[in-house]
């Protein structure tokens, strides 16, 4: 049995929003951090991993228990995520462009650092650099929309197989 949209609509909002609460919050932790502090930077990316497959996990169950009554295919369970992803990417992206607005030097360190990884990579792409310069809270805004939109697709591919299953009661009420 299959839920009705009213319920799939409304739990995918739900999950995207705690989602993406807890990316914003790591997010911001990270930008607050100097950036010379590398190691701190990888533990943050390591722990907003983690929080990343326990959300996914966890919510995907919850909605596959709830929901779905305990019956889940690769098909809804990809569904499922692509929209938890896309709202957690907008909230990720409303706190980011917040963050960035009321802290215009956080962003400017973020460029400057990624223009220096840049010339230390030898990329000496002057339209790409020139580009960054202009970038704006906006700019930022949108590439974080589309970053995380497309880390949903590519992740919720390799999890979706985690999650099919088959109520093992209804197989034995239909087979009987």
Not at 56 to 62: E, G, P, V
Not at 110 to 118: D, G, L, S
Request: hydrophobic share 50%; with cysteine; proline share 1%.
């Amino acid at each position: 049995m299959e839920g009705n949209k009213e319920n799939i609509l409304s739990h995918t909002m739900r999950s995207g929003f705690f989602l993406g609460v807890a990316i914003s919050l790591l997010n911001i932790l990270d930008w607050s951090i100097p950036i010379d502090q590398s190691i701190i930077h990888k533990v943050i990316s390591i722990i907003s991993i983690f929080v990343t497959i326990f959300c996914i996990s966890y919510f995907t169950r919850l909605y596959q228990r709830d929901v779905l009554n305990d019956e889940i295919s690769f098909g809804k369970a990809y569904s499922y995520g692509i929209r938890m992803f896309f709202f957690a990417a907008m909230i990720i992206a409303v706190v980011s462009f917040c963050y960035f607005t009321l802290n215009p030097d956080v962003m400017s360190a973020i460029i400057a650092n990624t223009i220096e990884t840049m010339k230390e990579a030898n990329i000496t792409d002057f339209q790409a650099i020139e580009a960054l310069n202009k970038s704006t809270a906006k700019d930022f805004t949108m590439s974080i929309l589309w970053e995380y939109t497309l880390i949903g697709l590519f992740v919720c591919l390799f999890t979706s197989f985690l999650f099919r299953k088959k109520n093992i009661h209804s197989n034995i009420k239909q087979s009987s």
